[in-house]
């Protein structure tokens, strides 16, 4: 196991952080009309992409669904989140892509990744 894994911890939010997080679910849930399995995946995706990072997200969904999940949620990802997270390291996908240099291939589709969706355990 890589050493950077052995480490890794959940960065604690300030006060105002987290009370912003929440109020963004809130109104989000208040002004969604549609499916829930929509808003509960665009909520995975907002509590996921502080952790992960934006270019994972857009890494393991395509751009349809990075842009409704933006949408429902009043965002957009690479102004809300770090390029890469804390926790970028557990995507299998983007790993692969980091070692091949194919980040932009992968996401266009050129380049297929078997596991692109896949987190590791730490």
Known sequence: MAKSKLNLKIPALSEADAHRLVRKVDEAIKAFDGQFDELESA????????????????????????????????IEIRKEFLEEGPFVEKSVGYQITKKLNTFWKAVAGEVKLEHRRDLEKV
């Open 43 to 74: 909520i995975g995706m907002y509590f996921l992409g502080r952790l992960v990072g934006w270019k994972v997200l857009v890494l393991i969904h395509n751009k349809r669904t990075i842009k409704k999940y933006e949408e429902i949620l009043g």
